[in-house]
């Protein structure tokens, strides 16, 4: 004889949604120049008082072979994690650490000394200590009267119209 529940059809719907994502975490998305799932290197930003810290776990990554440099507001880190070397690729079983070139860029904060930036590396892990500028105190700007003395008149001194009017 069948059992039948009774109720709700929808119930089984969380139940599936939850085997999905168990079943979506144990895959390895990152395919050959293609990666779906995390970017690498992973990265943690930290404000202090005076600078923010940008930390980057780079293991397998030579410090000499990094380039790291900042222009129009960005900081871009460039480098080539090696791979496992020794070992053939056929032969491993599983692999969550893709090797090859990577890139990141990261927009900087406002109020940076790109000037002063500075980087260390120690056992696969990269430090960069971006120092904040000082804060700028609003500054009082001057608004002129053009109704009581037009020959001020800085912007339609130069215009066409007001040089045809001159000249006539």
Partial sequence: MAVFRWGNPLHAFPDLEREMDRWMKSMDLAFEGLRLGRPFPALNVYVTDDEYLITAELPGCDPEA????????????????????AIPEERFRRS????????????????????????????????????????????????????????HDSVGASSPERQTEQTD
């Fill in 66 to 85: 990094l380039d790291i440099h900042v222009a129009n507001g960005e900081l871009t880190l460039r480098g080539e994690r090696s791979l496992q070397g």
């Fill in 96 to 151: 969550e650490r893709p090797g090859g070139p990577w890139e990141r860029v990261v927009t900087l904060p406002e109020r940076v000394d790109e000037q002063n930036i500075r980087a260390e590396f120690m056992n696969g892990l990269l430090k960069l200590y971006l120092p904040k500028l000082p804060a700028t105190a609003p500054r009082q700007i001057k608004i002129t009267d053009l109704t009581q003395n037009p020959a």
